[in-house]
C-alpha cells in the first residue's frame, strides 16, 4: 500500500505544480475537480493494489509453512541418526502428548520426539524434540493434508513408509491451489522434496 500511497503523492504534487507555475498562488488547498481526479486515481490504483498484496500474503504464508515442515522432517531424520533410535512425526493430540489419527494435519500442533520404548506413539517416557505451530487454527485459510500416518525415521536415517503431504490454501479454484499449493514428498530413503501441488504421486528418489 506505501506505493499507492506515494503514487497518490506524486500525482498531488504535480497538480501543485501546475497551479503554482499558472500563477496560481492567491488560492488555498485544491479545487473539487482536482480532489475528485485524486480520490478516483486512489480507487482505481487501490483496487490493482490489493489483490496482488493478497497473493503475496497467502504466498508468504505457505512457503512458511512448507519450509517449517521441512525443517521438522530434516531434524526428525538427523536425530535418529544421531540418537540411534526411531524419531516420529506426527500431529500433536489437543490437550494431550499422543499422536493424532487422521490425513487432515492443519489444525494440530506438529511435533518429532524419540520413540524411547518403541510403541509408536508418545508418552511421558519418549524425547520430544520439537514442535511446530498448526498450519491452521481453524481459520480456513491453510490446509495441511497427510497421505497417511505419521512419518517414522529409523536409526539408519531411513522412513519406514515414504509419505506425501499437500500444503495448500483451500479455494474452489483449482487454479488457485495449484498456483500457491506445494507437495512435499518423504521418500523411503528419508530424503525429502517439495514439489508442484498438482503432482499426484511422488517419485521414490
Known amino acids: 500500500m506505501s506505493a499507492v500511497a506515494g503514487k497518490v503523492f506524486l500525482i498531488m504534487r504535480q497538480i501543485a505544480w501546475r497551479r503554482a507555475a499558472s500563477g496560481r498562488y492567491g488560492s488555498a488547498g485544491f479545487t473539487l475537480i482536482e480532489l475528485l481526479v485524486t480520490i478516483a486515481v486512489l480507487a482505481v490504483l487501490v483496487a490493482v493494489a490489493l489483490p496482488n498484496m493478497r497473493d503475496f ?6 512457503s512458511s509453512n512448507v ?3 521441512v525443517g521438522l522432517v530434516n531434524l526428525a531424520r538427523s536425530e535418529a541418526i544421531v540418537r540411534n533410535q526411531d524419531v516420529i512425526i506426527c500431529p500433536k493430540r489437543a490437550g494431550a502428548i499422543g499422536c493424532q489419527s487422521g490425513s487432515d494435519w492443519q489444525t494440530f500442533e506438529l511435533q518429532a520426539f524419540v520413540d524411547v520404548n518403541g510403541d509408536g506413539d508418545r508418552d511421558a ?7 511446530l505451530a498448526a498450519v491452521d487454527s481453524g481459520t480456513g485459510q491453510a490446509a495441511f493434508e497427510s497421505s497417511g500416518g505419521s512419518v517414522i525415521f529409523g536409526s539408519a536415517g531411513f522412513a519406514r513408509t515414504a509419505r506425501s503431504f499437500k500444503i495448500y490454501a483451500p479455494s474452489t479454484d483449482a487454479n488457485y491451489k495449484a498456483r500457491f499449493g506445494r507437495t512435499v514428498c518423504i521418500s523411503k530413503a528419508g530424503r525429502v522434496r517439495v ?6 504421486s511422488c517419485p521414490d528418489f
Open 67 to 69: 519450509n517449517g515442515f
Open 195 to 200: 514439489t508442484a501441488y498438482t503432482a499426484t
Open 57 to 62: 500474503v497467502v504466498s508468504n504464508r505457505l
Open 125 to 131: 517416557a519418549d524425547v520430544p524434540l520439537k514442535i
